[in-house]
Every structure is written in structure tokens, then in C-alpha cells.
T-cell receptor, first 115, second 111 residues
Framework: AQSVTQLGSHVSVSEGALVLLRCNYS??????LFWYVQYPNQGLQLLLK??????LVKGINGFEAEFKKSETSFHLTKPSAHMSDAAEYFC?????????????FGTGTLLAVQP | NAGVTQTPKFRILKIGQSMTLQCAQD?????MYWYRQDPGMGLKLIYY???????DKGEVPNGYNVSRSTTEDFPLRLELAAPSQTSVYFC??????????FGPGTRLTVT
């Protein structure tokens, strides 16, 4: 069965510092992987996704993630944090157990950006 | 396109009352989902649908019911509301690529 682990429920960085949010997955088949962002009192919005092909994926707002099969990881990075990046971030993996297009979500990482 | 819409945005229910959370999408997506989100717990799948007339249970279906009479609409019914159903509810839809599109959510309090 697929699963997702996000290390660190809370991460705090200074404005301008590197953002690194960790995601490890478990999947018996090549997965599709996603990062979603949730701003306060809003729904989830897709940041980026990996399906096939290039393992370094660029998303919106300067974020990127690299699919590393050997490490079963899909960490999210941004070179320089901005105050507007403060939000909760969710990693998700495709559930391939049936033709349902379901996603399995991690428990989320709340990113705080200090001035 | 409006995307995925949900109504109401907020609702307070008394224990034992019932209500329906509405969800609609205008992207002609076959797949639709209902999640609940509780602090620190991520998203839990309540019910999902792979097309009109077809629904199935997710991880936490107890206390809820759904129907899918059209491609566009996927209402979630709460019968006999309980305090444990206090949560934020999200509806999502997907085409054929696993990418899910989320509505803005309904914040429900049961007292």
C-alpha cells in the first residue's frame, strides 16, 4: 500500500533563507507525486507535480521538487523564502490500488517565515 | 470556469440535526471526493465517486452519506450530527491524471 511521510509538522525559516520541506513515500509502482499548498482559510492549491520524465519539477511561486527514486523522496525546496510563503504544505502520492484517481496525503507541514 | 464550488462556507449545527453540504464542479470531471480536515491530522477521505451513479466509502465514512446523480454535483449528507463531526470539509474533483482540484471548504461546528 502507498503511504506518505512528511518530516516536521512545523518548519520555521527566516525571510530570504532556503526552504526545505521533506516528503518520503512508499509505493510498489512508480508513483505520481504532488505538492499542494493551503493558505489560511482556503482550499488546497496545486504547487507542482511529478508524473514521468524529468525528475526535477518546477512549480508556481519559485518552488521546485526533485523525485529521487533511490531515496523514495520528493522534497520541496525554494531558494529564498518570502513572507507570503507562510502556509501549510501537503505532499501526496497517487493511490494505484484501483481506478479511482485517489491521492494519499501526508499530514502536512506548517511553514512559518520570520521577518 | 468556476472550478469546484462549495456551499455553505460556514455552518453551526446542534447535536442531532442534519444537513447537506453542497459541492459542484464545472470541469466535466468524472472523479469527485469529500475530505475532512482536522488540525494536525491532514486530510481524511470520507467518500468518493468515479462517475455519476457510482460512489464508495473512503477512510472515515461513518455518519455521512453521499449521492452522485449528475457529473457536476456531489452532495455530502450528515445525519444526526455529532461533536466529532466538527471539522473543515473539502470537496475535490479530478480528471484522468490524479491531479485534484479543491473547493474552498465548509467550516462546520456541531455543538
Amino acid at each position: 500500500a502507498q503511504s506518505v511521510t512528511q518530516l516536521g509538522s512545523h518548519v520555521s525559516v527566516s525571510e530570504g533563507a532556503l526552504v526545505l520541506l521533506r516528503c518520503n513515500y512508499s509505493s510498489s509502482v512508480p508513483p505520481y507525486l504532488f505538492w499542494y499548498v493551503q493558505y489560511p482559510n482556503q482550499g488546497l492549491q496545486l504547487l507542482l507535480k511529478y508524473t514521468t520524465g524529468a525528475t526535477l519539477v518546477k512549480g508556481i511561486n519559485g518552488f521546485e521538487a526533485e523525485f529521487k527514486k533511490s531515496e523514495t523522496s520528493f522534497h520541496l525546496t525554494k531558494p529564498s523564502a518570502h513572507m507570503s510563503d507562510a502556509a501549510e504544505y501537503f505532499c501526496a502520492v497517487s493511490d494505484v490500488s484501483g481506478a479511482t484517481n485517489k491521492l494519499i496525503f501526508g499530514t502536512g507541514t506548517l511553514l512559518a517565515v520570520q521577518p | 470556469n468556476a472550478g469546484v464550488t462549495q456551499t455553505p462556507k460556514f455552518r453551526i449545527l446542534k447535536i442531532g440535526q442534519s444537513m447537506t453540504l453542497q459541492c459542484a464542479q464545472d470541469m466535466n470531471h468524472n472523479y469527485m471526493y469529500w475530505y475532512r480536515q482536522d488540525p494536525g491530522m491532514g486530510l481524511k477521505l470520507i467518500y468518493y465517486s468515479v462517475g455519476a451513479g457510482i460512489t464508495d466509502k473512503g477512510e472515515v465514512p461513518n455518519g455521512y452519506n453521499v449521492s452522485r446523480s449528475t457529473t457536476e454535483d456531489f452532495p455530502l449528507r450528515l445525519e444526526l450530527a455529532a461533536p466529532s463531526q466538527t471539522s473543515v470539509y473539502f470537496c475535490a474533483s479530478a480528471g484522468g491524471s490524479y491531479e485534484q482540484y479543491f473547493g474552498p471548504g465548509t467550516r462546520l461546528t456541531v455543538t
